[in-house]
């Protein structure tokens, strides 16, 4: 049974998304998997994503730090303009390769951000987050 229904990757290494796909899908932890290089390209997808049902949102993004053109902290900026009615059911996660202390320390000063993981994404990472963020849908 898979534990969500849509998880949003963003990260500008493709490699990287065709991992953690793969990882989501073989662990069940989401029926749709939607990968984006650019995090321009995820708000325009979540902006049309947003309706008041909350159907169509994701319920869990995972977040580069490091992207070019717009960054992370940047997608958090225009994430944060979205309705709340659709955010506040969605569970935003930053994945990235930073170890830089201050990284991970600004990132969970932003209240979207659930938690900091490091690349990269593991069954492990799913279980924390399933046991601790997560309800599970039956």
């Not at 749709?32 to 997808?45: C, I, K, N, T, W």
């Not at 869990?60 to 309705?83: Q, V």
Request: net charge negative.
């Amino acid at each position: 049974m898979n534990t969500l229904r849509r998880v949003v990757l963003i990260d500008d290494d493709e490699v990287n998304n065709f991992v953690c796909e793969s990882i989501i899908r073989n662990e069940n932890f989401a029926e749709d998997v939607y990968s984006f290089q650019g995090a321009e390209e995820a708000l325009d997808f979540l902006k049309s994503s947003v309706e008041p049902s909350g159907e169509k949102f994701p319920d869990l993004i995972f977040l580069d730090i490091n992207m070019p053109g717009m960054d992370g902290w940047n997608f958090i900026e225009e994430y944060r303009k979205l309705p709340e009615y659709a955010t506040q059911k969605c569970s935003l996660f930053m994945l990235s390769s930073a170890v830089d202390r201050k990284d991970i320390q600004y990132a969970r000063s932003h209240k979207e951000v659930k938690e900091f993981f490091s690349k990269p994404l593991s069954p492990e990472i799913l279980e924390f987050i399933k046991e601790e963020y997560l309800v599970r849908v039956e």
